[in-house]
């Protein structure tokens, strides 16, 4: 592992890729975390998403509490790292005027249609949660 002005930089190789399809009423975290305990994911990456909710539950940026949104929305982008120790993932929604809300993604988001995930399993890699209290949260160590 390099490392640069307080940044960590590792090149490893991807191995196994995961695609699935979400169907209607399926809780999006959760089923990212069904996914995780099912292929046993030590490091994942989610690298590609499509689909719509038709509830969606963010905490926004800075927020101690989640909020809820009634949709329906279209999914835009779903970006984060999934291991053993959950999941720290951030959705992209639009609504039917085109307007653009995201946050962290939590329990509650549930499907409209459908959600197509695409996933990278990362070799070599272990995704664990510890508390940085330079930050006040559980952060992504390597």
């Given at each position: 592992m390099q490392k640069y002005k307080n940044q960590q930089f590792v090149s490893k190789?991807?191995?196994?890729?995961?695609?699935?399809?979400l169907s209607p009423q399926a809780d999006l975290k959760n089923s990212l975390l069904e996914i995780q305990k099912l292929y046993k994911i030590k490091?994942?990456?989610v690298i590609s998403s499509v689909g719509s909710l038709?509830?969606?539950?963010?905490?926004?940026a800075n927020a101690k509490k989640s909020k809820v949104f009634?949709?329906?929305?279209e999914i835009i982008v779903i970006n984060g790292?999934?291991?053993?120790?959950?999941?720290?993932c951030h959705?992209?929604?639009?609504?039917?005027?085109?307007?653009?809300?995201g946050g962290h993604?939590?329990?509650g988001c549930i499907i409209n249609t459908t959600c197509e995930l695409t996933i990278s399993v990362l070799k070599g890699f272990r995704?664990?949660?510890k508390f940085d209290a330079r930050t006040g949260y559980n952060e992504l160590e390597f």
């Open positions: 190789c991807i191995t196994q890729t995961i695609v699935a399809r490091a994942g990456v038709k509830v969606a539950q963010l905490r926004l009634q949709g329906p929305f790292t999934i291991g053993p120790d959950g999941l720290h959705i992209g929604l639009s609504d039917k005027t085109g307007k653009m809300l993604l939590m329990d995704f664990e949660r």
